[in-house]
Structure formats: C-alpha cells, structure tokens
C-alpha cells in the first residue's frame, strides 16, 4: 500500500501534467478542497523540501527557465 506522501506526489504530478481538480478528487476518492490543499502543500514543499524528489523538481524548473 502506497503512503500518503507517494499519493500526494503523484497527485501533484498528475495536475503539473494537466489534469483538472475534478478529475483529481474523482480518481483518488477526495473532495475537491482536499486536492487543493494538497496542491498548496505539495507547492511548497517543492521550493522548500531537502528531500531529493522535491530537489529534482526544483532542478527541472529551473532548467526551463
């Protein structure tokens, strides 16, 4: 079984590549507010997070600068 973090990041994942916050909250059985709140922490962990998942985002993005 999957963590929440492994959901959270593959939810944030899933929305950096264009799906919609109702397509979100429909596939992974949450409501709507839920999808955005962890929108809005998985952005921040994304400027912030030492972890290498979020240190390799953080490379990708500014490589596209």
Do not use: W
Not at 28 to 38: E, K, V, Y
Not at 45 to 61: D, G, I, K, N, Q
């Amino acid at each position: 079984m999957s963590s929440k973090s492994d959901r959270n990041r593959r939810i944030f994942a899933a929305f950096d590549a264009g799906k919609k916050l109702e397509q979100l909250a429909e596939a992974h059985c949450l409501t709507q507010a839920r999808i955005r709140a962890i929108l809005t922490a998985e952005q921040h962990r994304r400027f912030v997070s030492p972890e290498p998942f979020y240190r390799a985002l953080r490379a990708t993005t500014l490589q596209l600068s």
